[in-house]
T-cell receptor, first 110, second 119 residues
Framework: GEDVEQSLFLSVREGDSSVINCTYTDSSSTYLYWYKQEPGAGLQLLTYIFSNMDMKQDQRLTVLLNKKDKHLSLRIADTQTGDSAIYFCAENHSGYALNFGKGTSLLVTP | SAVISQKPSRDICQRGTSLTIQCQVDSQVTMMFWYRQQPGQSLTLIATANQGSEATYESGFVIDKFPISRPNLTFSTLTVSNMSPEDSSIYLC????????????????FGEGSRLTVL
């Protein structure tokens, strides 16, 4: 199947910016997503971007898409301890079913 | 957005038994999916729950093991049959919301998940 790759861990200090990166292989993806999963919880849709866009900003979150390189990133400005969670990148392959990366564990330290 | 409720939120089950998980959505949705998240892993799509017809299963998942019902546009169930410890996972329901003008928004929402432990 098509692959979605993410780095497994990221540690940042409170107040700094976090950048989580993702690469994917399916060039036919229509939408790309970022989800947040806190311990013991389900998945929270943070943001998503349509494949014909290269940037989307929503408050502290900025998504950048480089479709040529099949690279997606999520930037969290002014990272807070409450942002500590696992962040999943996902792309839709075959209709609206999602193909997920393995998740990046973000640790925010005081 | 969509509010998705799953029951049970967690359960401990005995090997060989079956458990049915319910997913209730607060609005009518056409596209509904079931995913599995094994411990420490990412999510894997089990099937697409189709209203009024049989579910569409992904490779590696079969109807006898994971029967799915979708009686209407707001409700679905997933049964995990003849459970073994390898079935210990979080099972998540997901829906794709529609535009009032037609078509889909692209937004896929997830329930809180049902955490199953099989002994």
């Amino acid at each position: 199947g098509e692959d979605v790759e993410q780095s497994l861990f990221l540690s940042v200090r409170e107040g700094d910016s976090s950048v989580i990166n993702c690469t994917y292989t399916d060039s036919s993806s229509t939408y790309l997503y970022w989800y947040k999963q806190e311990p013991g919880a389900g998945l929270q849709l943070l943001t998503y971007i349509f494949s014909n866009m290269d940037m989307k900003q929503d408050q502290r979150l900025t998504v950048l898409l480089n479709k040529k390189d099949k690279h997606l990133s999520l930037r969290i400005a002014d990272t807070q301890t409450g942002d500590s969670a696992i962040y999943f990148c996902a792309e839709n392959h075959s209709g609206y079913a999602l193909n997920f990366g393995k998740g990046t564990s973000l640790l925010v330290t005081p | 957005s969509a509010v998705i409720s799953q029951k049970p939120s967690r359960d401990i089950c005995q090997r060989g038994t079956s458990l049915t998980i319910q997913c209730q959505v607060d609005s009518q949705v056409t596209m509904m999916f079931w995913y599995r998240q094994q411990p420490g892993q990412s999510l894997t799509l089990i099937a697409t729950a189709n209203q009024g017809s049989e579910a569409t299963y992904e490779s590696g998942f079969v109807i006898d093991k994971f029967p799915i019902s979708r009686p209407n546009l707001t409700f679905s169930t997933l049964t995990v049959s003849n459970m073994s410890p390898e079935d210990s996972s979080i099972y998540l329901c997901s829906v794709l919301t529609s535009r009032t003008s037609g078509g889909y928004t692209g937004e896929l929402f997830f329930g809180e998940g049902s955490r199953l432990t099989v002994l």
